[in-house]
């Protein structure tokens, strides 16, 4: 079955076959209960069935009746986005502000008029794709207004491949795998894989700029977009297909990283590739962050671009690769539909040894162009089966409080601000969530002038508290990272939790600039208020 017409958990990432089972759990709760000292037993889950769910603010016109719906199961798995205390919530089947309806549109004139209704009542809009934000970017905002979750699940085909170009009309609903699925037959892939590939979407990742899994070069989802369409309450906003182009201010930019506040997207030509089979993979193992990091900064200025490039501190290489919990493990990894990758990797391992770096030439894998996987084994495979099996349910409700924050910032200022953060945000947890506390970072992309950072934390917390001690923990997180140059996310979106951080960084008058255009686009104000900035 597709991955478009599985049914979402609503307590786990990913779909109802991804959540754990009651053993996983129950062995997840006695590794967390050795780490706390606590005796834990994991919660039930809830019956959608049996919670009370407040009465929708709105009627549905008859007219969009066949794809509107006030189902309050329907309302309820659509309350979340994928951020931990939004899980949490869920689990504890508290579900204070669900959407009032929610809509599943299957054409453009479906989508028109869910938009004009929407806009001729006032009600709040919240474009849909797969809710893994994990910036509330698909939460309901508080207030009066009711909303209408507009689910693009219905928006879930490739409409078109252009072999000569290299290049696909991907409608917004299209899952990462399906995306994939459609692909794989001509011999292309849009090699775009965030974290939540088998769960996000198209229109998701290009909403809220998302980061794939290119450490280096093609980072973001932008370097792919070669146009887009929208639908905004005043008309379609729809660019041209281009390679590129110097004309004025470009109108996929304002597209890119909207997060649902200027419009729903419904579909983009994307930039394609030949699928790889060449590559070529190596652990390398510092004595210390600093060293690998240096090393890093060598290989990335060295213009070999490599597609992985992932530093992992100590703690995380111990945690995701069994190492010693001393060292850190840069993880370097190329791949080419064209030639074999022997000479790049041989370099970057050369550039890494001359730093510190320590790797047996034996460990240094390179595969024969037969698109065989390769790097699957020993530490580098560790960590790939971490990185690619994360699921927070297995935790989730366990008294424990974990989660990320991510950002960008030049060399010059690196290594004094990742001492910063560690400092400002250690003491904080240390105040907050007591000694049985874990931070660590890895980076997830490297330029040429800088790493993006991502931090992980977690620790014991009291039954109800969690809310107010993440508070705590986030706003010191937000304050270090914002104060010390770097920026508030480099790849989660800002949403409507990284608004502060976000407002301290940018210009003042670009804020404005952007109301003005929000107010031209969608001048009643319905398009998820509260994202990207205070509404008006
Ligand atoms: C486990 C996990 C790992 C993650 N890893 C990564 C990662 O590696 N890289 C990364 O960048 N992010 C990551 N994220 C965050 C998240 O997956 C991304 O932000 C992703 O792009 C969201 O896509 P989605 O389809 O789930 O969008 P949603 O969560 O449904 O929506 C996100 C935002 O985009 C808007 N939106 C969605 N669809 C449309 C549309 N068609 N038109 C207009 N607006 C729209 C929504 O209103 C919302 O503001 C991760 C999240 C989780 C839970």
């Known amino acids: 079955m597709a991955k478009w017409q599985q049914r979402r958990s609503f307590w786990t990432w990913g779909y109802e076959s991804d959540e754990p089972s009651a053993a996983q759990r129950k062995a997840a709760a006695k590794v967390i209960g050795e780490r706390t000292g606590l005796n834990l037993e994991p919660p039930p889950i809830p019956d959608l069935n049996q919670i009370d769910v407040r009465n929708a603010r709105l009627k549905v016109p008859a007219k969009l009746a066949d794809w509107v719906s006030t189902d309050p199961v329907e309302r309820l798995l659509h309350t979340y986005g994928g951020h931990p205390l939004e899980l949490q919530r869920a689990l504890r089947g508290q579900f204070d502000n669900p959407p009032d309806a929610v809509a599943h549109p299957r054409t453009d004139d479906e989508l028109e008029a869910t938009l004009a209704f929407a806009d001729q009542h006032g009600h ?5 794709g797969g809710a893994t934000s994990v910036v509330w970017g ?31 009309r991907i409608q917004a609903g299209v899952l990462g795998p399906d995306l994939e699925d459609a692909l794989r037959p001509h011999g292309l892939t849009l090699r775009h894989f965030p974290q939540s590939f088998p769960w996000s979407t198209v229109g998701g990742w290009i909403a809220t700029r998302s980061g794939g899994h290119y450490a280096t070069n093609h980072t973001h989802i932008d370097d792919f977009v070669e146009s887009t369409r929208m639908l905004t309450p005043q008309g ?8 590129g182009s110097g004309a004025g201010p470009s109108p996929d930019r304002l597209v890119l990283g909207s997060e649902g506040t200027l419009g729903i997207i419904t579909e983009s030509w994307l930039r394609l590739q030949a699928r790889p089979t060449f590559r070529a993979t190596a652990g ?33 290489a111990q945690a995701s690769a069994g190492l010693d919990g001393l060292k850190a493990l840069l993880i370097i990894g190329f791949e080419s539909a064209s030639g074999p990758q022997n000479e790049q990797i041989r370099q970057a391992v050369a550039i890494a040894r001359s730093a510190g770096g320590v790797i047996e030439d034996d460990q240094i894998v390179c595969d024969d162009g037969s698109g065989k996987a390769t790097g699957r084994s020993g530490a580098v495979g560790a960590w790939r089966d971490a990185f690619i099996g994360v699921n ?13 924050f991510e950002t960008a910032i030049t060399w010059d200022a690196w290594p004094e601000f990742d001492a910063r953060v560690r400092e400002s945000v250690g003491k904080v947890l240390l105040e907050v969530l007591g000694p049985h506390t874990r931070l660590s970072c890895r980076f997830t992309h490297v330029y040429p002038d800088g790493p993006a950072p991502y931090y992980s934390f977690s620790g014991p917390v ?19 990272v914002v104060s010390a140059g770097g920026t508030v996310t480099h790849h989660h979106a800002v949403g409507r939790m990284h608004r502060p951080g976000w407002k301290q960084q940018r210009p003042e008058l670009f804020e404005q600039a952007l109301r003005a255009v929000k107010r031209t686009i969608d001048p009643n104000g319905i398009l998820n208020p509260g994202v990207l900035f205070d509404p008006d």
Do not use: C
Request: hydrophobic fraction near 50%; charged fraction near 25%.
């Open 124 to 128: 709040v809009v919240i474009p849909y």
């Open 138 to 168: 698909v939460s309901v905002p508080a207030g009066d207004r009711a909303a209408i979750t507009v689910d693009m699940d219905h928006f879930h085909k490739v409409l078109e491949i252009d072999e000569v170009s290299r290049a696909a």
């Open 236 to 243: 379609w906003w729809e660019s041209r297909r281009l390679p």
């Open 284 to 316: 390398v193992v510092f004595a210390d962050w600093a060293t690998g990091g240096d090393a890093v900064r060598q290989i990335v200025q060295a213009k070999l671009w490599p597609a992985n490039l992932r530093l992992l501190d100590a703690v995380e």
């Open 392 to 404: 927070a349910g297995v935790s989730s409700g366990l008294g424990l409080l974990a989660d990320t």
């Open 462 to 480: 009291r039954p109800g508290a969690e809310d107010e001690h993440w508070q705590i923990i986030k706003d010191a997180a937000m304050e270090a």
